[in-house]
């Protein structure tokens, strides 16, 4: 049964509800990837994010919003936001309510080698960082403790495999943290497909070095990108983005 309905999400993709990516940046799922967007694409987006894929601060579900600019196409940066509860900051008794505050940060992803660059079956490797600083906690780099709730930095490596006319990404990557409450320390991996019949449906499996994730992303009109996750095949994340090239 569990397999017949998981089938059935994969049949409806197209119109269910849409996403992107958890940290607003280009990657797999949860997990990196070193796939890069064209220079310029300018990438605007929100997801609904399930307690379950976010570290344990959120103990309730919550949503983001990103800005995401490809400044050239080996630098990419994101400006991400994830909503709080009046209720989890202590401020019910003042009146407050609902979504009332927010974390931000910013995310970083530096190409260091393109796919096939000096040889035919060389990956390409990207360098990342995600909420990288933090002002609270001892203000330090990758800190233990404070605001810095989606801190990690991480080295990816991406390879596609053209079978015919589908074609399969090869992704891995290793993350490092030192978060107390949060660690993602560890090898982080997935697979990508990408279906003849439909090339815009991307079908994706993931280790994001704590849980396995399936979902898949795809690309409607050439602009408007989503994405749907079920994180150890069963919690349910996703979202939505425009996406355009400046001129």
Known sequence: MKQLCIALFFACIPSLLPAQL???????LHAPSAEMQRDKTVMLGGNFLNKEITPPTWYYHTYNY?????????????????LFKAEALGLKPYGYSGFTNQDRYFSFR?????????????????LGASDPFTSSGGGKISSTEGNGYYNRFYIAASKHIAIGKEEIGIHLSY???????????GIAAGISYNPAFAPDLRVIAE???KDVALGATYLLFKHLHMQVELQRLKYFSGGICFQFRLK
């Open 110 to 126: 530096l190409r260091a080698l393109k796919e096939g660059q000096f040889w035919k079956y060389m990956p390409a490797v990207v």
């Open 175 to 185: 993350l490092y943290n030192q978060r107390k409450e949060y660690k993602l320390n």
């Open 66 to 82: 990103f800005l995401n600019v490809t400044i050239m196409p080996w630098l990419e940066v994101a400006y991400t936001c994830t």
């Open 207 to 209: 280790y994001d070095s």
């Open 22 to 28: 958890t940290y607003g940046t280009t990657g797999l």
